[in-house]
């Protein structure tokens, strides 16, 4: 009994004992020899059962750190690393984990493990900016996602001053996370448009490249608050544009000729297609024109001055655009509109049966592709599924089991419209650099593989990888659907064109079989037909089509509709 008693007060010694060896960060000892008896003399220190020295916080990964130094200043950063992992691993209350957590993943970004890398700076950002390698670690993560293409960290910069930023790289920073905000479908709309715009009005004139960029997205934001029943549309389109200029001139001071050409080309059909929505088509057709033939925008701003032309009733233009956007030199470009604008261009001319001709190959061609689309995501029905299959047809040149379908070509049209999309091209690149380090992590030494280190960034890097292929599967997904739903909007366009021009035929039957005698559909015109002429500048020769195309006449054609309206 005597003995019980003397147990339990060692017991609270030894707990005594802890607590003031952890409050004052010193090293403890504690011993306990469960058959002293109680007295005053501490008990004997080799008698019975005992328990050794015991080290708690202190100075206690010192000795790993400056080992680690040691080999890495030796370029062995694999040791280095395990020296400092095991102060991150197993001391958490040393005052040195916060120097190793930095050191390790400077250790392995240096050894190219650059994902797992980017995981420690990631939890020293999350730590804020009371963090010793706070700035540090943020100029290496702006290092890594540019290897990566993986802005994640950005979601971490939660709260931070301007002067916590790194003055080199603030700007980047700045647009970077500007950008992050503005792409987070997480947030909602107003939200993450306030946060964007707040973060990239920062960036400093001073830095052209991030600068402009920065205008660019402004713009664009402005654009998306000018909402075509809003009341203010008028007054955000404007602010819209005076960005877009403002993109276009400070571009103008980026030494790289081809990113101010990119940079300056965006800015163009910004202002081009504010135009449009104000309903200046005019001013549209101008913007659009001043895009190069040599770039890879051209076809998009022959597509959109289609649409303009079509707006200002000029149909010879607006047919001739969509004569060279059916050319064989575009045959995987994927704009299923053409044939809804051909058909509203014949219709304003009352050419009916040209109409439901044009209307009866369109739903020939776009109908059964709607089947086609959505059979492909039932047959893939899981993200990882999807993004399996994509990866499989990426740098396929036919589609597997589709190669008698009719529709296989305009299938592999929306491929490559998708493969184009810029998000989604990251996502395929960060994954297939991920899982690039996974193979460098299998393949590395024995001792180093073996470590716990090393198996948990195994560990971790799967999981990320699950995390990025279910990311990149949803996003093709959605976009699978944005255009199974624009077909969908599409034909239903396509059955009411058809709907109105027998409407209209039948206005036109009655009209005739209410007047005496025989009738006629269309009216015999007996006058004598001049030629047609086009009336060209100086720099160019007018030549009729012949069946031939030539690169230098696309963008040109003129297409002569003559129009069969009667007069009421």
């Not at 008990?43 to 040691?70: M, W």
């Not at 470590?451 to 990320?464: C, D, G, I, P, Y």
Request: with cysteine; net charge positive.
């Amino acid at each position: 009994m005597r003995n019980g008693r003397w147990l339990v007060m060692a017991l609270a010694t030894l707990g005594m004992t802890f607590g003031t060896g952890l409050g004052a960060a010193k090293v403890a000892w504690a011993q306990l020899d469960i058959f002293e008896k109680p007295k005053d003399r501490p008990p004997p220190r080799r008698r019975g059962f005992t328990f050794g020295t015991i080290r708690v916080g202190g100075r206690g990964g010192r000795k790993l750190v400056v080992q680690g130094n040691r080999f890495y200043s030796q370029g062995n950063f694999a040791a280095a690393s395990l020296k400092f992992a095991r102060v991150v691993q197993r001391m958490g209350a040393s005052r040195w984990r916060a120097q190793a957590e930095y050191l390790l993943a400077l250790s392995l970004f240096r050894m190219g493990y650059y994902r797992s890398a980017s995981h420690y700076f990631t939890r020293i950002i999350t730590a804020g900016p009371a963090h010793l390698q706070y700035r540090n670690s943020l100029v290496y993560l702006i290092k890594i996602s540019r290897v990566l293409q993986d802005l994640s960290f950005l979601g971490k910069l939660t709260k931070f001053r301007m002067s916590d930023l790194p003055r080199k790289y603030r700007d980047e920073l700045l647009f970077l996370l500007g950008r992050y905000y503005f792409r987070n479908r997480k947030l909602p709309l107003g939200q993450r448009l306030r946060y964007a715009e707040r973060v990239l009005l920062k960036v400093s004139k001073r830095s052209p490249l991030y600068y402009s960029r920065a205008q660019y997205i402004i713009a664009a934001i402005y654009t998306q608050a000018a909402k075509p029943r809003s009341d203010r549309a008028g007054y955000f389109r404007k602010l819209a544009a005076e960005r877009f200029r403002l993109c276009g001139r400070s571009a103008l001071r980026i030494n790289d000729l081809k990113v101010r050409q990119n940079i300056i080309e965006l800015a163009v059909l910004g202002l081009a297609r504010i135009h449009y929505e104000a309903k200046h088509f005019r001013g549209a057709i101008r913007y659009y024109k001043a895009i190069a033939r040599n770039s890879k925008r051209w076809l998009d701003s022959l597509y959109e001055s289609a649409w303009a032309y079509l707006r200002r009733n000029r149909y010879d233009n607006t047919l001739g655009l969509l004569h060279t956007l059916d050319s064989p030199y575009f045959r995987n470009e994927y704009f299923p509109e053409v044939g809804i604008m051909r058909a509203i261009s014949f219709f304003e001319r009352c050419r009916y049966k040209d109409v439901k001709k044009i209307i009866k190959g369109y739903l020939t061609r776009y109908r059964p592709l709607q089947n086609t689309l959505r059979g492909f995501l039932r047959r893939y029905p899981t993200p990882p599924k999807l993004y399996g299959a994509l990866l499989e047809l990426r740098n396929q040149e036919s589609v597997q089991g589709l190669d008698g379908d009719d529709s296989n070509q305009r299938f592999q049209q929306i491929l490559k419209l998708t493969f184009k999309d810029k998000i989604l091209r990251g996502m395929f690149t960060s994954i297939k650099l991920l899982e690039r380090e996974i193979g460098l992590l299998r393949q590395a030494g024995a001792v180093w593989r073996q470590s716990r280190l090393a198996r948990e960034l195994q560990t971790l890097m799967k999981q990320r990888r699950q995390q990025m292929v279910l990311a990149a599967g949803n996003y093709a997904r959605r976009r699978f659907l944005e255009v199974v739903t624009e077909l969908q909007y599409n034909v239903g366009l396509a059955y009411k064109i058809r709907y109105e021009t027998i409407s209209k035929e039948k206005v036109l039957l009655r009209k005739s079989a209410q007047q005496k005698g025989s009738f006629r559909m269309r009216s015999r015109n007996r006058r004598k037909r001049n030629k047609f002429s086009v009336a060209v500048h100086e720099d160019f020769v007018y030549w009729p089509f012949q069946g031939e195309y030539w690169v230098d006449e696309l963008g040109y054609y003129r297409y002569r509709i003559k129009g069969e309206c009667r007069k009421p």
